[in-house]
């Protein structure tokens, strides 16, 4: 048996849903890489690395192409995050990572971008009907997965709304479609998402003035 197929066996079930391997391993890694995130941490980049490369089998169990497509864009990005965050671009005075609110100008390209990106990709899953099952709530995903990092590796408070907004879909389409821990784990991401707002937001409040301005915030 090879890992791909032992990674989706069954590992138990719970009240009639059916928890495989890649599933459950999968995200418990991701929700430590948001806890670590949460923590500026550089490590939640090399976790959600590991995370979205168990992802891809379960999302490939359960005929998710928008999910095999968010995880692999989880890994690309997780890459990019870990050298932007490695190479001190994120680097407040102390140390630590700084945070911020973005512009508005950065506002509108990250939502002017979930909306085309959302319209194209769902666009692509309705012409192609195998790729998906649910084409439009599979598209909000992939493309709000792909924000939310871009801003985290930015280091903008704004990553947490659109990861908040990604669970209110994310929650209902992966109990739909099998993957129960997927689920229930969005539901903790959900309280993580809430706490580690409140954490980045006071943050960027408080280091407005001492830290420096980011480069590339202007970008």
């Known amino acids: 048996m090879s890992a791909v197929s032992w990674l ?3 590992a138990f079930t719970v009240l009639d849903q059916h928890i495989i391997w890649s599933d459950m391993i999968g995200n418990t890694i991701g929700l430590i890489a948001l806890a670590l ?3 500026r941490s550089i490590w939640t980049w ?18 998710q192409a928008g999910g095999v ?4 864009v989880v ?4 890459v990019w995050g870990w050298q932007r965050w ?3 671009k994120q680097q407040a005075q102390d140390g630590s990572v700084a945070v911020r609110f973005a512009g508005w100008r950065e506002r509108g390209l990250l939502v002017l971008g979930a909306a085309v990106g959302t319209l194209a990709v769902g666009s692509l899953f309705t012409a192609f009907p195998s790729l998906s099952w649910s084409p439009w709530a599979d598209a909000y995903i992939f493309v709000g997965t792909v924000v939310a990092m871009v801003a ?3 280091g903008l408070v704004e990553f947490w709304f659109a990861w908040l907004l990604v669970d209110l879909v994310g929650v209902p389409l992966n109990f739909h479609s099998g993957l129960a821990f997927s689920g229930l784990i969005y539901v903790v991401y959900g309280a993580l998402v809430l706490w580690g707002m409140r954490d980045w937001w006071l943050r960027s409040r408080t280091s407005t003035s ?8 202007a970008a």
């Open 8 to 10: 989706n066996t069954e």
């Open 37 to 39: 995130g949460w923590r």
């Open 46 to 63: 090399p976790a959600q690395f590991l995370s979205g490369l168990i992802l891809v089998a379960a999302n490939l169990s359960v005929h």
């Open 69 to 72: 497509g968010k995880q692999i």
């Open 75 to 78: 890994i690309a990005v997780a």
């Open 86 to 88: 490695s190479g001190g």
């Open 152 to 154: 985290q590796a930015r």
């Open 210 to 217: 001492s830290e420096p301005v980011l480069e590339g915030a």
